[in-house]
């Protein structure tokens, strides 16, 4: 896991990461990317390569098979690396800290933020690591040769599009809509401002009223930007002394989307559901949809 890959950053050199970026591009080809393609791009000595094989295996920065012939797969920790390692070079972060939440898709990490100038400020910023087709990866490990020829890209490949959904999306509807601010994205990897105050789930409103009003207009909003978010609830909404920001887009719609209606209510739905469990405030849901679509 991540913890595993804080460590072992650190000690990796540019030839480490060389080789990852060999494995990573000979993937797009291969299920097992062969040693000599590694070495075609590394153009490292047999030896020396074997070397590096051995220590990111140790390092379970990649996985090796050595049939039908001898070759590697980079695994999620190594994938981590290699996103980790460009974000640092380009100046967006300098530094990774404590996990901050891990969902069913994804890991998130705080993180130290380079200033624009040199004179500024380390900010302290998220890079959430998408983790969308883990579990098939997880099966990868275990039953290797059962596994049909395109399975092996998934995670890497869902895993992509989805950081990079996210990272679009949010991008379109900052800072119209409230959300935290995207800074930079990479791979499977997002940078975003931290989400201002506490988690919905979490917090004892002292006015819901005024709350669930504010979220209720920043779906407004977004929908007037012809997007739902879809997958909305008291645990992607995040509460501050001003008003509301929504995180974890990947999952979002388009209104052109056969199930739009049926997804936007389902979103105003969970909203209200919790309001009325945890402070026992009712309010229609037909009604608030329909004022959203009227944009009123
Ligand atoms: N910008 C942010 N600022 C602060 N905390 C964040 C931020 N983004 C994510 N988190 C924390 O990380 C958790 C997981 O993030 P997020 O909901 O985006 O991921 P997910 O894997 O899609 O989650 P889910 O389990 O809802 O599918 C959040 O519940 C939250 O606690
Ligand atoms: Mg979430």
């Known amino acids: 896991m991540i913890a595993n890959v804080i460590r072992t950053f650190k000690k990796l050199d540019n030839k480490d990461f060389r080789v990852l970026t060999g494995i990573e591009l000979g993937m797009k080809n291969f299920e097992w990317v062969p040693v000599e393609e590694v070495q075609k791009f590394t153009k490292y000595p047999y030896g020396a390569l074997q070397n590096k094989f051995r220590l990111l295996m140790k390092d379970n920065l990649v996985i090796r098979t050595i049939l039908p012939y001898e070759g590697y797969q980079i695994y999620f920790d190594g994938y981590d690396a290699l996103a980790l390692n460009t974000l640092v070079k380009r100046g967006t972060i300098s530094a990774i800290g404590d996990e901050i939440g891990v969902g069913k898709e994804s890991v998130v990490y705080e993180a130290i933020k380079e200033p624009e100038l040199a004179m500024g400020k380390m900010t302290p910023v998220i890079i959430k690591f998408h983790r969308e087709g883990r579990t098939s990866f997880t099966q990868v490990k275990r ?7 395109k399975e092996h890209f998934s995670w890497i490949y869902a895993a992509r599009l989805s950081a990079k959904r996210e990272y679009e999306i949010m991008e379109m509807l900052y800072p119209e809509v409230s959300i935290p601010k995207p ?33 209720i207009s920043q779906i407004r909003m977004t929908y007037s930007l012809g997007v739902i978010h879809a997958d909305l609830s008291e645990y992607n909404i995040f509460v501050y002394e001003c008003g509301v920001q929504f995180i974890d887009w990947p999952q979002y719609v388009n209104l052109d989307h056969p199930q739009a209606d049926e997804l936007l209510k389902r979103d105003v739905f969970n909203v209200l559901a919790f309001f009325k469990r945890k402070y026992g405030i009712e309010m229609d849901v037909d009604d608030v949809v329909s004022g959203i679509k009227d944009g009123i």
């Open 183 to 215: 800074i930079d994205h990479n791979r499977h990897a997002l940078v975003m401002a931290i989400a201002k105050g506490s988690l919905l789930a979490k917090t004892r409103l002292l006015k819901p009223e005024w709350f669930l009003h504010e979220i």
């Open 143 to 149: 039953i290797r040769e059962h596994l049909a020829d």
